[in-house]
């Protein structure tokens, strides 16, 4: 069945670079695109980019100058990299596709 | 960017009344070519991942229940639960899928009295 499954470290020092990793089963990364979204802690959730199908990228605005988002398809999986981190980037992390299908999150700090 | 506005931001219920949560979008969501309306509903439980609900303004995804219901067009979107039950309790999302970046509202907090 389909399955994302979000990692990567929980504390990221301020100023420092977010590396996660998004690792997809049930599924081929060239049929389907995967986006990722984020949600600060206790509040709603922000769209941050999407990997399509045949390897394009969006990004959302706000972030797309800290943001890059790229794959390895061998591997199944889907990377998020994002720059220059502050207290306010800390939050849950979800990878989905579609929206239908959702990975557990993962839980990500900025702190000194 | 489309702008995504929810109302109420909470809205606390008895079970088994019905309730209605609104979205309005700063510019229609409905592709003329097609006739669809490209908005989601989202469920988000406490401590879950978001659940999508509804797709195309109004299709609801298999296994969610029938008081679940979508309805609107263009800017002006609603989500109706017809009889709330405790485990409606939840933050509801709306989503624009019309353009990139993709846009959420702000979200409803359902409680349940």
């Known amino acids: 069945q389909v399955q994302l499954t979000e990692s990567g470290p929980g504390l990221v020092h301020p100023s420092e670079t977010l590396s996660l990793t998004c690792t997809v089963s049930g599924f081929s990364l060239t049929g389907y695109s995967v986006y990722w979204v984020r949600q600060p802690s206790g509040k709603g959730l922000e769209w941050m980019g999407r990997?399509?199908?045949?390897?394009?990228?969006s990004y959302n605005s706000a972030l797309k100058s800290r943001l890059s988002i790229s794959r390895d398809t061998s591997k199944n999986q889907v990377f998020l990299k994002m720059n220059s981190l502050q207290t306010d980037d800390t939050g849950t992390y979800y990878c989905t596709r579609g929206g239908l299908h959702w990975g557990q999150g993962v839980m990500v700090t900025v702190s000194s | 960017d489309i702008v995504m506005t929810q109302t109420p931001s909470s809205q606390a219920v008895s079970a088994g009344e019905k309730v209605t949560m609104s979205c309005k979008s700063s510019?229609?969501?409905?592709?003329?070519?097609?006739?669809?309306?490209?908005l989601a509903w989202y469920q988000q439980k406490p401590g879950q991942s978001p659940k999508l609900l509804i797709s195309w303004a109004s299709t609801r995804e298999s296994g969610v229940p029938d008081r679940f219901i979508g309805s609107g067009s263009g800017t002006d979107f609603t989500l109706t639960i017809s009889s709330v039950q405790a485990e409606d309790l939840a933050v509801y999302y709306c989503?624009?899928?019309?353009?990139?970046?993709?846009?959420f509202g702000s979200g409803t907090k359902l409680e349940i009295k």
């Open positions: 989503e624009q899928y019309y353009d990139t970046p993709l846009t």
């Open positions: 510019q229609s969501l409905l592709y003329s070519e097609n006739k669809k309306n490209y």
């Open positions: 990997m399509r199908y045949n390897g394009d990228t």
